[in-house]
């Protein structure tokens, strides 16, 4: 029987669903399934992955929005194969058509959750703007190292059928569709909403949540159907973040703390997990394999991971495995810094998580074989705003015994601290930018504006674990043609373990 229309077959380790998975679907269902011939885009399973290809281009935002530079964003392609004669090099710019969009994060028009459907192809990085709210759709498979732009959604086409704005996450659906996180309503208020777009015309279609039916904040989600489950974090109102991060707005309470459980099927939400010390959630990932009932999200400003999970009686629960104990300071914002854990990462064999303390300065590696007590394996310093020398004294650290060196890489003083990560798809490699986001690196990290972001990259040891940087590799934006730039999420073209899921 074949699959109906708009319908993509996901894939397993056999390429096919099990009746299980099935059911849970909210989808039409075929009867039978059988390995594909010519398989979509993706691979069948997150272990399938591990063995594709190295990575040899990177595509990723640049921003000058609160540089002071009068440019557009744009997205740049490097070079990351070391054969290759421009090796370290940004290779091509593709300028957006507009001023201070904001380009943020990036996902595809298909990916691994259609894998069983020969029909659906990854040509497409979809770019949504956090502060314009315009969509970029961009295509990278006519010349995957020179992408062109193949679309603009202008963000009335998204306030009119929406009601949303200020967008974030990207991720394509098993359905075809290409689903969009909100952090506010058109004003700036605070409406964690999700925009849909027809993955193959990117016709804006509606929200994906019914009528009424958004959170009050927004910022990233993950999908896991097979336990008819879909969970979203919170960062705050446009209103409050867009200029600088102000303290008193988190006395207030004006900052997330909760975790949205929403009704995979029904598109609702039936849970709201509060959590302690879980100020800021921003990253949230399942384990890669799609029967887990659990993952992690970093909370930023308390400086936790937390890990959810279903529980006994079927509901979802949550609970904190790491702290990153703050650091008392002279000469900065507060008294006590937090690390800000801005990103995290879950290698595909669900064996690793990773995380960047982008104010503390260091990436960490942590084996995960015991998810309720994950264990510190790698950490490395990369800067960040306790380096010697610079303007913070720490006057109390339970974890360092001295301020760490500032980083210095071919030749170059690297400002800023390890933000944006992305991991090679065997799990070897990371790669690491520096930029948050422009009015907060301008507020935390005044060099990073004058100086531009660094793209850097790590090697891992997947068998015992730990981290060493590459002191060969450097990918410099404060030399960029007009001026320095914030370079900020990373793609491959093939996907990575942040843009696919598993169903």
């Not at 996180?181 to 925009?195: A, R």
């Not at 459980?261 to 959630?281: A, C, F, N, Y």
């Not at 609970?319 to 990462?345: A, N, Y």
């Amino acid at each position: 029987m074949p699959w109906p229309a708009g319908m993509c077959a996901a894939g397993r380790g056999e390429g096919a669903f099990t009746l299980r998975s099935m059911a849970q679907s909210m989808r039409p269902i075929a009867s039978t399934a059988t390995k594909c011939g010519n398989c979509g885009p993706g691979y069948s399973t997150p272990l399938e992955a591990m063995k594709g290809p190295r990575e040899e281009i990177v595509y990723l935002p640049c921003i000058y929005r609160n540089t002071g530079i009068e440019a557009p964003d744009y997205l740049a392609t490097v070079d990351v194969d070391p054969k290759s004669p421009q090796y370290c090099q940004v290779i091509h710019r593709l300028p957006m058509p507009n001023l201070k969009d904001e380009l943020h994060h990036s996902g595809w028009n298909t990916c691994s959750s259609c894998f069983g459907d020969s029909t659906k192809s990854r040509t497409k990085l979809v770019l949504p703007s956090l502060i314009s709210s315009r969509i970029y759709v961009v295509d990278v498979g006519s010349e995957p190292r020179a992408p062109k732009l193949h679309k603009v959604i202008e963000p009335k086409d998204i306030h009119a059928k929406c009601e949303l704005a200020f967008l974030h996450t990207t991720h394509c659906l098993a359905s075809g569709e290409v689903m969009i996180s909100s952090l506010g309503d058109v004003k700036g208020n605070g409406k964690g909403g999700f925009v849909l777009l027809d993955g193959e015309t990117f016709e804006v279609k509606g929200t994906w949540e019914r009528p009424g039916g958004a959170a009050p904040l927004g910022y990233d989600f993950w999908y896991q159907p097979r336990h008819n489950v879909m969970i979203s974090t919170e960062w705050a109102a446009p209103n409050v973040l867009r200029d600088g991060f102000n303290p008193a707005d988190v006395e207030a309470g004006l900052y997330g703390s909760h975790l949205h459980v929403w009704d995979w099927q029904r598109h609702e939400i039936v849970q709201t997990l509060s959590m302690k010390d879980g100020l800021i959630p921003l990253e949230i990932r399942f384990l890669h394999n799609p029967d887990a009932a659990q993952g992690f999200v970093g909370c930023a400003l308390s400086a936790t991971i937390q890990r959810f999970y279903k529980n006994e009686g079927g509901t979802w629960s949550v609970e904190k495995v790491i702290q990153v104990p703050p650091k008392k300071v002279k000469g900065w914002l507060l008294p006590e810094m937090p690390g800000l854990i801005t990103d995290i990462l879950l290698s595909l064999d669900d064996r690793f998580l990773y995380f960047s303390n982008w104010l503390h300065g260091d990436l960490r590696q942590y084996d995960i074989s015991d998810p309720q007590r994950p264990r510190l394996t790698g950490q490395l310093f990369l800067g960040g705003s306790i380096v010697k020398g610079g303007p913070v004294q720490v006057l109390e650290d339970q974890e360092l015994k001295s301020q760490p060196e500032p980083l210095v890489v071919k030749g170059k003083r690297v400002p800023g601290g390890p933000q944006m990560i992305q991991l090679s798809l065997d799990g070897k490699r990371l790669y690491v930018t520096t930029s948050l986001y422009s009015a907060w690196d301008k507020q935390f990290y005044p060099d990073l504006i004058r100086e531009g972001s660094v793209m850097l990259q790590v090697d891992v040891d997947t068998v015992k674990g730990g981290l060493k940087l590459n002191p060969n590799f450097l990918v410099d934006f404060g030399k960029e043609p007009l001026g320095p730039a914030l370079a900020h999420e990373l793609r491959y073209p093939g996907g990575d373990c942040s843009s696919d899921i598993w169903i």
